[in-house]
């Protein structure tokens, strides 16, 4: 079975401070990970994704992450924080192969002070 | 981008009553969606899976009498719950990939957000 643990339910950063959301995962296949953004009272829209390949993605919005596997990690950054980032952020893991839905981690609520 | 159409985004009812939410795949086919609930300041659950043209799978503790799941076209598929109560108040989301396989991502209507009284 895969699951997903987001380390901290809220960070707080300041305007233009550097943004890290951590995420670690559990599967017993070579995992696609996933993080999506949630506006309020909106669906979620895909960060960024990695699959195979290059263990640095880079995203949409300035976000990137980093695949260690070594340390089960996948870890969202971004170098400077805009108030328009301030919203929930959600880990996901994909099994290997398959239709099959996404598992999702807890969330972590990121606010921007201004 | 693939688009997936998620209507209403706002309902409220009253207690007994059922609520039909659709979901639609707008640029792509979708012979499965997923559907999802969120309750309030917490993660996304899978409810079950919607298998176009069959029997959607629910997941454990999902009853499947109270969350009717239909996918007649490769575009469509709703969520309707029956003899809703307050407890069933939550954000429903629908999802589907635009491509099979786990290596494309789930591509996320806008939720229902859904009220009993």
């Known amino acids: 079975a895969q699951s997903v643990t987001q380390l901290g339910s809220h960070v707080s950063v300041s305007e233009g401070a550097l943004v890290l959301l951590r995420c670690n995962y559990s599967?017993?296949?070579?995992?696609?990970l996933f993080w999506y953004v949630q506006y309020p009272n909106q669906g979620l829209q895909l960060l960024l994704k990695y699959t195979t390949g290059a263990t640095l993605v880079k995203g949409i919005n300035g976000f990137e992450a980093e695949f260690k596997k070594s340390e089960t990690s996948f870890h969202l950054t971004k170098p400077s924080a805009h108030m328009s980032d301030a919203a929930e952020y959600f880990c996901?893991?994909?099994?290997?192969?398959?239709?099959?839905?996404?598992?999702f981690g807890k969330g972590t609520r990121l606010s921007v002070i201004a | 981008g693939a688009v997936v159409s998620q209507h209403p985004s706002r309902v409220i009812c009253k207690s007994g009553t059922s609520v039909k939410i659709e979901c639609r795949s707008l640029d792509f086919q979708a012979t499965t969606m997923f559907w999802y609930r969120q309750f309030p300041k917490q993660s996304l659950m899978l409810m079950a899976t919607?298998?176009?043209?069959?029997?959607?799978?629910?997941e454990q503790g999902v009853e499947k009498d109270k969350f009717l799941i239909n996918h007649a076209s490769l575009t469509l598929s709703t969520l309707t719950v029956t003899s809703a109560h307050p407890e069933d108040s939550s954000f429903y989301i629908c999802?589907?990939?635009?491509?099979?396989?786990?290596?494309?991502?789930?591509?996320f209507g806008n939720g229902t957000r859904l009220t009993v009284t």
């Open positions: 599967s017993s296949v070579p995992p696609y």
């Open positions: 996901a893991v994909s099994p290997y192969s398959g239709n099959t839905p996404l598992v």
């Open positions: 999802s589907a990939r635009d491509r099979v396989g786990a290596l494309s991502p789930l591509h």
């Open positions: 919607s298998n176009e043209g069959s029997k959607a799978t629910y």
